[in-house]
Structures are given as structure tokens and as C-alpha cells.
Nanobody, 123 residues
């Protein structure tokens, strides 16, 4: 099975950028569909976007479309979430998750999760 570790979170100003990393170990990350999720204080965890296994196609929810970019570096066994034009409402704990079979926005269908990394956007 694969183990995932997120990093790169921190404090950013509104309008700024942060890049999160999701590093995999134990298995090749390109064997999995990788989803990014986030959980804001007092809210349920929500789907942000994902990258597919073979073709690296990506999908984003409307709230982050045109601002966030998901990419994968096979050599580093890592998936990235580049976040641009950050907004206060992007403040959350961000998680990456993996599933082997198909793409899905449903967090219940993901088998492996990282521990999360905090992103705080200030004005």
C-alpha cells in the first residue's frame, strides 16, 4: 500500500501563492488517482480536485478552477497542488488521498490519506 505525506502548508497573504506537496512512499504514485481535499474550521471536508493515473488529466471544483493547478512528478513520486490568487476562504487543512481504480470526488472512495497540512490565508 501507499503512504502519503503532505507538506508545504503555512501562512500566506490573500492574493499570494503556496504549493503543497503530496509525497508517496511504498508504491508508485502514478499507479493511483490522487485527490486533494480540504477541511475548513467548522466545515466538512470537501473535494478540491484530482489528477488521473495515466494521462494526468485534472479536474477542479469551480471554487478553485483557474487558481489551483495539480501536477505530478513521477521521478519524485510526488503530486503537487499549486495554489494561486489565494483567498481567505481557502484557509483549511489540505489532504491528499489515493485510490487505484478510478477518479472520484467522493472522499469515501479513497483508500489512503495523508495527515494533512494547514494553509492559512490572511488579509
Amino acid at each position: 500500500q501507499v503512504q502519503l505525506v503532505e507538506s508545504g502548508g503555512g501562512l500566506a497573504q490573500a492574493g499570494g501563492s503556496l504549493t503543497l506537496s503530496c509525497a508517496a512512499s511504498g508504491r508508485t504514485i502514478s499507479d493511483y488517482y490522487i485527490g486533494w481535499f480540504r477541511q475548513a474550521p467548522g466545515k466538512e471536508r470537501e473535494f478540491v480536485g484530482r489528477i488521473s493515473r495515466a494521462l494526468r488529466t485534472t479536474y477542479y471544483v469551480d471554487s478553485v478552477k483557474d487558481r489551483f493547478v495539480i501536477s505530478r512528478d513521477n521521478a519524485k513520486n510526488t503530486v503537487y497542488l499549486q495554489m494561486n490568487s489565494l483567498k481567505l476562504e481557502d484557509t483549511a487543512v489540505y489532504y491528499c488521498a489515493a485510490r487505484a481504480t478510478s477518479a472520484s470526488p467522493n472522499q469515501l472512495r479513497y483508500d489512503y490519506w495523508g495527515q494533512g497540512t494547514q494553509v492559512t490565508v490572511s488579509s
